[in-house]
């Protein structure tokens, strides 16, 4: 069959290849310790898992749902923006629930390029903001994130013929998968940057709700004038454990929030209501429900970044995300350190590479493991790595 140019151009989705390689393994025998996607191990919370029970009980819910949310939805959404962020959305206009956040970066990048613009990428990056770039046949330009500047793009090193084809601006704060976060001062530079040049920013937000001590992430949203020039996406995968549920929102400019309805109503359909209901109850949960879950990431973090310090692979202490950002061991490149130790030691790490060039000499770490399991992996690294 002759497939489209789109389709051939597309590689295949990393995740989507090393689950079937984890299968392979464990069908051989082998206990494979995943530390590779960042798949939340936690349940999601009773409550939540209650009421999309009790919804599927309600023959009215399994008609088609409305294409953009239920209006319930909407105003919790709202709620919750405004006590987590101060920021007052309208719920109809500046809302989109979504099937996940993920649907959400590709069509919101088809709802603003045109084949020939240019989308500026901060590398490594989640993977969807290259592919959302080059499906509508835009070309991305990459801005290193190193740790020399914080894992914060250069917005004053873009040379002007670049800025001046350049129709969007892809951020992710707290970051996948170097962890850094953004503060105030970089996101007013990136709005103001925005609005001089006519830039869209996608702001993805996906770790919004895995922050550790006193930390806690910002919206772009807070900075006054952003809404003119951006939209962020959250999601309810990593936030409420609810990663299966598919359930995540667009928020933010309300052009192209209304666009992407657009898009999406030509596309799919809405989402399932008892799933809409599970994230109304999973909005609605008190602080202390992801106090609790957060205080176990972060002793998941302390083994892990304490861990790979004593084994030689550097890594820092996040305030937030899921993951942990380790140097590989001297000597191998990202993409062989992964393959050697999963042959090894059974341990499966993400590659840096996997998220763009400036990921060589990194791993990607994720936290979806108990500490126990986490202890066994660092265990099994120090042997194959003969680390006394
Ligand atoms: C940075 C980032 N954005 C978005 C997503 C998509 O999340 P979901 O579609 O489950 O909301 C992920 C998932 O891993 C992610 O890492």
Same mark, same amino acid.
């Given at each position: 069959?002759?497939?489209?140019?789109?389709i051939?151009?597309?590689?295949?989705?990393?995740?989507?290849?090393?689950?079937?390689?984890?299968?392979d393994?464990?069908?051989?025998?082998?206990?494979?310790?995943?530390?590779?996607?960042?798949?939340?191990?936690?349940?999601?919370?009773?409550?939540?898992?209650?009421?999309?029970?009790?919804?599927?009980?309600d023959?009215?819910?399994h008609?088609?749902?409305?294409?953009?949310?239920?209006?319930?939805?909407?105003?919790?959404?709202?709620?919750?923006?405004?006590?987590?962020?101060?920021?007052?959305?309208?719920p109809?206009?500046d809302?989109?629930?979504?099937l996940?956040?993920?649907?959400?970066?590709?069509?919101?990048?088809?709802s603003?390029?045109?084949?020939?613009?240019?989308?500026?990428v901060?590398?490594?990056?989640?993977p969807?903001?290259?592919?959302?770039?080059?499906?509508?046949?835009?070309?991305?330009?990459?801005?290193?994130?190193?740790?020399?500047?914080?894992?914060l !793009?250069?917005?004053?090193?873009?040379?002007?013929?670049? $800025?001046? @084809?350049? *129709?969007?601006?892809? =951020?992710?704060?707290?970051? /996948?998968?170097?962890?850094?976060?953004?503060?105030?001062?970089?996101?007013?530079?990136?709005?103001?940057?925005?609005?001089?040049?006519?830039?869209?920013?996608?702001?993805?937000?996906?770790?919004?709700?895995?922050?550790?001590?006193?930390f806690?992430?910002?919206?772009?949203?807070?900075?006054?004038?952003?809404?003119?020039?951006?939209?962020?996406?959250?999601?309810?995968?990593?936030?409420?454990?609810?990663?299966?549920?598919?359930?995540?929102?667009?928020?933010?400019?309300p052009?192209l929030?209304?666009?992407?309805?657009?898009?999406?109503?030509?596309?799919?359909?809405?989402?399932?209501?008892?799933?809409?209901?599970?994230?109304?109850e999973?909005?609605?949960? !008190?602080?202390?429900?992801?106090?609790?879950?957060?205080? $176990?990431? @972060?002793? *998941?973090?302390?083994i =892990?970044?304490?861990?790979? /310090?004593?084994?030689?692979?550097?890594?820092?202490?996040?305030?937030?995300?899921?993951?942990?950002?380790?140097?590989?061991?001297?000597?191998y490149?990202?993409?062989?350190?992964?393959?050697?130790?999963?042959d090894?030691a059974g341990?499966?790490?993400?590659?840096g590479?996997?998220?763009?060039?400036?990921?060589?000499?990194?791993?990607?770490?994720?936290?979806?493991?108990?500490?126990?399991?986490l202890?066994i992996?660092?265990?099994?690294?120090?042997?194959?790595?003969?680390?006394?």
């Amino acid at each position: 069959m002759r497939l489209s140019k789109l389709i051939t151009s597309l590689p295949p989705y990393h995740f989507a290849n090393a689950k079937q390689k984890i299968l392979d393994r464990q069908a051989a025998g082998v206990d494979v310790i995943s530390l590779s996607m960042g798949d939340p191990d936690l349940p999601a919370p009773a409550a939540v898992v209650e009421r999309l029970c009790t919804a599927m009980q309600d023959m009215q819910n399994h008609r088609y749902p409305e294409y953009r949310g239920m209006r319930a939805l909407h105003e919790a959404i709202a709620d919750w923006f405004a006590q987590r962020f101060g920021v007052q959305l309208t719920p109809e206009q500046d809302i989109l629930p979504l099937l996940g956040s993920k649907e959400g970066l590709a069509y919101a990048a088809t709802s603003v390029l045109n084949a020939g613009d240019i989308a500026l990428v901060p590398d490594p990056y989640y993977p969807v903001y290259v592919s959302g770039t080059t499906t509508p046949g835009a070309e991305p330009y990459l801005l290193p994130l190193t740790a020399e500047n914080h894992y914060l !793009p250069d917005l004053d090193s873009i040379p002007s013929e670049v $800025i001046a @084809q350049t *129709r969007l601006l892809w =951020l992710n704060y707290p970051n /996948n998968p170097t962890a850094a976060c953004a503060d105030g001062d970089f996101f007013e530079r990136a709005v103001a940057f925005a609005r001089r040049h006519d830039i869209v920013i996608i702001h993805d937000m996906a770790y919004a709700e895995v922050y550790f001590d006193d930390f806690r992430p910002m919206s772009i949203l807070q900075i006054p004038g952003a809404r003119d020039v951006a939209v962020e996406l959250h999601s309810l995968s990593k936030t409420y454990n609810m990663a299966g549920f598919r359930i995540g929102m667009l928020v933010g400019n309300p052009e192209l929030v209304d666009a992407v309805g657009r898009l999406k109503s030509n596309i799919d359909s809405g989402i399932f209501r008892p799933v809409q209901y599970a994230a109304i109850e999973a909005l609605h949960l !008190p602080p202390s429900w992801l106090a609790e879950r957060n205080a $176990i990431y @972060q002793r *998941r973090r302390d083994i =892990l970044v304490d861990g790979c /310090n004593s084994l030689g692979m550097q890594a820092e202490k996040t305030r937030a995300g899921l993951y942990v950002w380790a140097h590989v061991p001297a000597g191998y490149t990202s993409k062989d350190f992964t393959d050697w130790l999963f042959d090894q030691a059974g341990v499966f790490l993400t590659p840096g590479t996997n998220f763009g060039a400036h990921g060589e000499g990194y791993v990607r770490i994720s936290m979806t493991e108990s500490e126990e399991r986490l202890r066994i992996a660092l265990q099994r690294m120090s042997t194959v790595l003969r680390v006394e």
